[in-house]
């Protein structure tokens, strides 16, 4: 099939964009489901979570470059029925999950929701950037740990 077909089977180039937002982060959200649905620590399913969507990142860049070069630089065309975040739910709901299962462990501090998920979103959105352009001096997945660690630390609970 063509690309050009592929129009064929959606009501406008909209409604494309938009089937094709939601399978994308559908498959960042079923990964980060199954990180959250493990008996680890908090701290583990960081450092699990941020591998896989580095290893995303690397395997299927197409599917992390649409969402930042596409749905984050054209919002207009996600206006009609992709407000806020119904096309992006499923993996914001496991975010929350994620970050409210941390914090009643104890393990992450009680905190806003936008300011913690701007900071992970924010530090794995640049290394998918970076890579990306090429611009990284080792191979992307010898940087996981640190970002890990990195994500941990400003989340992690103080005593």
Partial sequence: MSV?????????????AKFAIKYSTNILADELREVNNME????EKIYIFVRKYLENVQKSPEVIEYFLRVYLSNRE???QGCEGFLCVGEFVTEVMIL????????????QEFFPAFGMI???LGGFAFLSGENVLDKDLLSY?????????RALKYDE
């Fill in 4 to 16: 050009g077909n592929m129009y064929n089977y959606f009501a406008s180039k909209e409604e494309l």
């Fill in 40 to 43: 680890i620590s908090s701290k």
């Fill in 77 to 79: 065309v996600f206006k």
């Fill in 99 to 110: 970050l409210d299962d941390g914090a009643q462990k104890k393990e992450f501090r009680e």
């Fill in 121 to 123: 979103m924010g530090s």
């Fill in 144 to 152: 996981s740990d640190a970002v890990a660690d990195n994500i941990y």
